[in-house]
Each structure stands twice: as structure tokens, then as C-alpha cells.
């Protein structure tokens, strides 16, 4: 499966020890209703990192740039944990051009947002309470963490293939229905169609808000 990004627009905070300049915020928050996605909406279950974190060797990188490399667990200069709340990192940022660039960014306020890239190992679909469908991550394998200068857009077609996958859907008619913005139309049809019907998705076509 594909690598996918998500972005969490909590405040990155810099602090000093020493001679080492320490980026600490949350990649990702529990149980926080995504804005849309591309036709569902996303929430991460607690305890969804808890494998990837005793097994992965993560990175930190600024943008998701492989080339732009800040800290590794491995290394110990990338530390990872889950809390309450979420996903959180410290990064001992390089002295490097990018690590003090990145470190420059976080104190002048240019940047605030941190994501991290991630491949599924299992989730679940079903419905908001406001009847919109609804992916919930509950256990992913982690690649990298760090910093963005921009929120990371949604792989939407990585999303949509786990969903055709669960609930035995052609892809094709998932698609449609994203850009339709009717995947609820598809998955919880109501008593005159049957599930897995994209007639009447296809007849009213609309926008993804």
C-alpha cells in the first residue's frame, strides 16, 4: 500500500540545551475529526503508532524531503512517543543549513504545522454522526515525521483502495462517488438500492467541498 500524509496544525515550540536547539510538537492528534478528505472524513484511533514505535527506525525530515534529513530514532536524535492527546516528537535539529533554517522558521512563526508519512497496516469504515463516512486508523507503520511548511495534501486514492478493499467495492464506482462527494450514497444506500449501486451517483454529479 501506499505511503499517505496527514497534517496536524499544532503549534511546533523550540527550546535550548545547550548547544542543541529541540523542535518538539504532535504529528498527529487522537481521535480528531479530519476535514474531508475527498469524500470521507479520517480520525486516528489511540494506540495506532503503539507497534511502528517499538519497531520502526523513523525519521525526521522537513517537508517529507528525504534530502532534507533532521533526526533519526535510530540515532537518538529523533524521539517519539504517544500521550493523551497524540503523536508527539522532539527533534535535536542539525547544525546544518536546513536544520538552522528549519529552526529559524519555527522561531519567526513561518511556520506552525508538522505531518507525518505513513503506510495503513489496519483500519475500520463506517459513519459520522452526521452521516458522513468515516475511516478510522488503527494501526499504521510510520516512515517519517517532522515539520511542513504547508499541510500535505490527502492521498484520497490510498484511502478509497482500503475502503473498495473492505468492503468489497469496485474502485471505479468509490472514485466516482468521491468526486461526486456522495460515498455515503455508495456505502449506506438507502431501501430502494442496493449497497455497492453507483446509478444514482453517477446521474447527480456535484463538488468536493
Known sequence: MSTERRTANDDVKLRSE?????????AAVFNSLSSNL?????RIEKGAFAKTLKEADTRAMWNHDPNHLLGRVSAGTLRLAEDDKGLRYEI??????????VAELLRRGDVTGSSFGF???????????????????TQV???DVGPVSLP????????????????????????????????????????DQEPGDPHSIVRHPGTIR
Do not use: H, K, M
Not at 535535536?92 to 533554517?101: E, F, M, W, Y
Not at 483500519?123 to 454522526?129: I, L
Open 92 to 101: 535535536d535539529l542539525p547544525n546544518t543549513t536546513i536544520g538552522r533554517d
Open 38 to 42: 475527498g469524500g470521507f472524513t479520517e
Open 18 to 26: 545547550g548547544e542543541t536547539v529541540v523542535a518538539t510538537g504532535y
Open 141 to 143: 507503520s510510520l516512515r
Open 119 to 137: 503506510r495503513v497496516i489496519e483500519d475500520s469504515w463506517g459513519e459520522s454522526e452526521s452521516g458522513f463516512p468515516l475511516r478510522t486508523l
Open 152 to 191: 500535505a495534501y490527502a492521498d484520497t486514492e490510498a484511502g478509497l483502495r482500503s475502503l473498495a478493499e473492505a468492503r468489497s467495492i469496485d474502485l471505479t464506482d468509490l472514485t466516482q462517488a468521491a468526486q461526486a462527494n456522495r460515498l455515503g450514497d455508495l456505502l449506506f444506500p438507502t431501501d
